[in-house]
Structures are given as C-alpha cells and as structure tokens.
C-alpha cells in the first residue's frame, strides 16, 4: 500500500469518570491501534470534543459527572454529527437496560470488560458509520 493510500487509524472518544477506567480503556485502544481523540468525564464536555474532534466512535458510561447521563449525551452526538455510542457500564439494573434497548442501534459492553469485547463492539459501530462496509483500523488485533 503506498503512503497516499493509508489511512489513519479510526478515532475514539472515550467519555468516562472513572480516571483507572479512562488509563485502562486508552492502553487498550492504542494497543488495538486506535487513536484517542479525547477524554471527557461529563455529558457536556463529550457533546464539546465530539463536535471539535468528531471521533470515528464514542466510548461511553451511562453514569457522568454531571446532571446530564450518557444516555442524554449520547443522542445529542449521534443526533448532531451521526457518531455511533458504544456504552460501556458497569450498571444493569432494569431500568437502565431497558433504556439502551429503546435505542435501535445501541452497542453495550459490560464492565468488567476484556478486549475483544471492546474491539468487536467498536468493529460494528465502525461499520454501521460506514453504511455497512467494513473497515480496518491498520493494525487492530495485534
């Protein structure tokens, strides 16, 4: 493949309060060959670096430091800049659950979390941005 052919790797946006889950989640990303476009640990500030980095996928929690949830933040980034939400949390209660199932396209990954899981779910939002053609992240899978 020449130089003008690559591309760079997809871009994550990783929405988390939990600065031991944000260090982990980071390491993990950059070993699967991602890039971080940001770290944010309110609904607020992820719905700021989503439209100043515009991310290829969006990790996040459901529970912030905010009064606006995951929940909320995530429909505000796909709404505005088409961004899939991947949510990763470590809550499972009924409610919540029953809340991620009303959104149609909605990807979890419970905490706690292995790889693989991370990768998979962040290989089917990748492909649902793409309109159902697959891409690769140049190195994802090391």
């Known amino acids: 493949m020449s130089t003008s052919e690559r591309k760079s790797p997809p871009s994550i946006l990783i929405v988390e309060d939990e ?8 390491f993990r990303l950059e070993e699967m060959g ?4 940001g770290v944010a640990d309110t ?9 100043k980095h515009k991310p290829d996928v969006v990790l996040m929690d459901l529970r912030l430091k905010s009064d606006m949830t995951g929940m909320e933040a995530a429909r505000v980034i796909e709404m505005e800049a088409g961004i899939p939400v991947v949510f990763v949390t470590a809550y499972t209660d009924a409610q919540t659950m ?3 199932r009303q959104k ?3 990807l979890l990954v419970m905490k706690p979390f292995v790889s693989a899981e991370i990768q998979a779910a962040i290989g089917k939002a990748l492909t649902w941005r793409n309109g159902g053609r697959t891409i690769s992240n140049n190195g994802a899978g090391r």
């Not at 600065?19 to 980071?26: A, G, R, Y």
């Open 19 to 26: 600065s031991i889950v944000v260090m982990d989640l980071s």
């Open 34 to 37: 991602y890039t971080v476009a």
């Open 43 to 51: 609904g607020e500030e992820a719905i700021e670096l989503a439209r």
């Open 98 to 100: 029953e809340e991620i």
């Open 104 to 106: 149609p396209d909605f």
